[in-house]
């Protein structure tokens, strides 16, 4: 992108060379240019650090290209301990459908709908900082994301006062990262949640210094590629305890492990995988996975991704 001085610049000599003021202004002109696209050429945004938006169930250091549409259907099947007679949990499924838009090089918003709690989220995702090299060299990139879910369950108990902000929950998350080689990301998520309400009054106290009704949570994910359209996959998602680890919130829980193999086939890439975690939004997959590997609660899923571009970018 050229700005305003350079412009000036370049007005400036070919005026003068228009004018036949100076000799060497032509020379100063085609100089100046050269400076330009070299100056252009040291400076590089490193992208592709991972094949989707997604890692598995996390958001990754990915964002939709400008007036890229991207529609999602990602499945979980139950778990593997069912055995046989749940055909290993195929018998069973959770589905989730989204979308997501490229609104500029900065921007990511869209939404979705689980059928875990009849679950409908919205979420947007901005970068603070791109990593890049060359005359500017940043090893890592930083991401703000932002998601708001609302429960769609019928009340419990529909005789008492409900209220619409009960459904509520919202997740707040910086998103840390570096692609470190070409075959090689990973990326680190500090994370707080943030539930209107909870089961309890007991849950509902000394749940952290920014207030009460919150969780938090670092996550971690990286990607190893194998060839220009194979990866693989991992994240793993570390819940910060409360002061009361018997809290209903917390106890029953446990922390949410994946791991996958991403596959890209020109417009499409397929995500498969295989995780403890049921839901497929934020607050569930971080605070409410219910099952642990080591008991073979395991759940096998995919995720399908189809682009559509709307608009054309020429960024």
Not at 226 to 249: G, S, V
């Amino acid at each position: 992108m050229i700005d305003k001085m350079e412009k000036a610049k370049i007005i400036l000599v070919v005026i003068m060379v228009s004018l036949g003021l100076y000799g060497s202004a032509q020379d100063d002109l085609d100089k100046l240019l050269d400076e330009m696209e070299d100056a252009k050429e040291k400076t590089e945004y490193i992208t592709a650090a991972f094949k989707a938006t997604r890692v598995i169930n996390l958001q990754s250091l990915e964002k939709k290209a400008p007036g890229a549409l991207d529609f999602r259907i990602a499945h979980r099947f139950g778990a593997l301990n069912g055995g046989g007679y749940q055909l290993f949990g195929l018998d069973q499924a959770t589905m989730r459908l989204s979308l997501e838009y490229g609104f500029n090089r900065f921007v990511t918003a869209g939404l979705g709908r689980s059928t875990y709690e009849k679950t409908y989220d919205f979420f947007a995702k901005t970068s603070i900082i791109q990593q890049q090299k060359g005359s500017r060299n940043i090893p890592i990139s930083i991401l703000y994301y932002v998601d708001m879910a609302v429960n769609g369950l019928k009340w419990q108990d529909p005789f008492r006062v409900n209220y619409f902000t009960s459904r509520l929950s919202y997740v707040h998350q910086l998103i840390i990262g570096s692609k470190v080689s070409d075959a090689f990301s990973f990326q680190l998520s500090p994370t707080i949640i943030h539930k209107n309400l909870l089961p309890s009054r007991q849950d509902q106290t000394g749940m952290g210094f920014l207030g009460k009704n919150n969780a938090y949570a670092v996550a971690t994910a990286a990607r190893l590629k194998l060839t220009n359209r194979t990866a693989l996959t991992a994240e793993y998602i570390l819940r910060i305890p409360p002061p009361d680890k018997t809290a209903t919130t917390y106890a029953p829980f446990y922390n949410s492990l994946s791991a996958g193999v991403d596959i890209e086939t020109g417009g499409h890439v397929f995500q498969f995988q295989l995780t403890n975690s049921l839901a497929m939004f934020d607050r569930g997959f971080i605070t409410e996975t219910a099952q642990s590997w080591l008991d073979g609660g395991i759940h096998f899923g995919f995720n399908i991704t189809r682009d559509f571009t709307l608009k054309q970018s020429y960024n």
